[in-house]
């Protein structure tokens, strides 16, 4: 075979790869038995995406120029659940990603055990060799359903002072982590004064059946919603406890503590002052949701509402 042919026959094969690192700059491009994964990069902004029917959004990304900056405003919001708990023990997280809340966590909360859980092996493989993230004695990583591992934590005793919801697909969150009875199991494995925070979206056409699927659960929730970018963090402080009975925090403290969490935040790009000033307003707020909309279930989570976006 001659160098000519061999070269035509090796471009005949590989176009769509070439088509989509010319397109992205791409690293690296697998699919995993979830979904399809990409890392590309422009500048200094390194980035994952998962592609499966609709989205093209990144899920992380890191700036190289300064590696510890949260780039996107729900990682930076999320942060909000150190005002009401700046001092956790243990943390689960669910849903890797690029690995920078369990990353950054680990830096801010040294004393704090942190266990999270990602179904997909190929996303802790791609966070470990892109994003820089790595696992200790105290920062731990369990590679199966976060259904199971809530079941199994729950009959081992294990409880967490700070549990964040931070599972997508690609596509949205896994409907089968949207549930009520999935709520339920989250509940049931917070301490006392535990503070649930969950990662979502204010433009889905599930939004008034998930934020009534947290309602049902939890009660009252601080509904903190950023219009500029369609992200929404639900913080619930005290979640074990019935919505009439938590101690609310006034804006004032919820300020001191944010000041007093300022340094640490810096480097991280974390405005936490004006988080908590957001958080306040958020917190004596009304819903905004139709609260007739059926929450959702196990017999009842209709995903192809969000084909309607």
Not at 135 to 146: K, R, S, V
Request: hydrophobic letters at 40%.
């Amino acid at each position: 075979m001659s160098i000519r042919l061999l070269l035509l026959l090796l471009l005949f094969l590989t176009p769509h790869a070439s088509a989509e690192a010319d397109k992205y700059g791409v690293l690296h491009e697998e699919r995993s038995l979830y979904t399809r994964i990409l890392v590309h990069q422009n500048k200094d902004l390194l980035c994952l995406k998962f592609t499966l029917v609709r989205s093209d959004s990144n899920q992380s990304c890191k700036d190289l120029a300064q590696p510890k900056r949260m780039v996107f405003s729900y990682a930076q919001m999320s942060m909000a659940a150190l005002l009401f708990n700046p001092n956790p023990d243990r943390i689960l997280i669910v849903g890797l990603g690029g690995g920078t809340l369990p990353m950054a966590l680990r830096e801010l909360t040294p004393d704090a055990v942190i266990d999270t859980v990602e179904i997909d092996p190929a996303v802790i493989r791609v966070a470990t060799d892109y994003f820089g993230y790595r696992t200790d004695a105290q920062n731990l990583i369990f590679t199966e359903d976060a259904r199971v591992f809530g079941k199994r934590a729950k009959i081992k005793g294990q409880r967490y002072d700070l549990i964040i919801l931070d599972a997508f697909n690609g596509d949205y969150i896994p409907e089968h982590l949207m549930t009520v009875e999935y709520l339920q199991e989250m509940r049931d494995l917070l301490t006392p004064d535990g503070t649930l925070v969950a990662n979502t979206f204010s433009s889905s056409n599930l939004y008034h059946h998930e934020s009534n699927s947290y309602r049902q659960v939890f009660g009252d929730f601080i509904n903190y919603r950023r219009q500029d970018t369609g992200n929404r963090v639900i913080l619930i402080p005290q979640a074990q406890r019935n919505s009439d009975t938590r101690t609310p925090l006034s804006e004032e403290l919820l300020l001191d503590r944010a000041r007093a969490l300022e340094a640490d935040l810096r480097p991280y790009d974390v405005p936490i002052v004006r988080i908590a000033a957001d958080v306040a307003i958020a917190a004596g707020a009304k819903p905004d949701w139709n609260l007739r909309k059926r929450p959702l279930s196990d017999q009842y989570s209709p995903a192809n509402l969000l084909r309607k976006r």
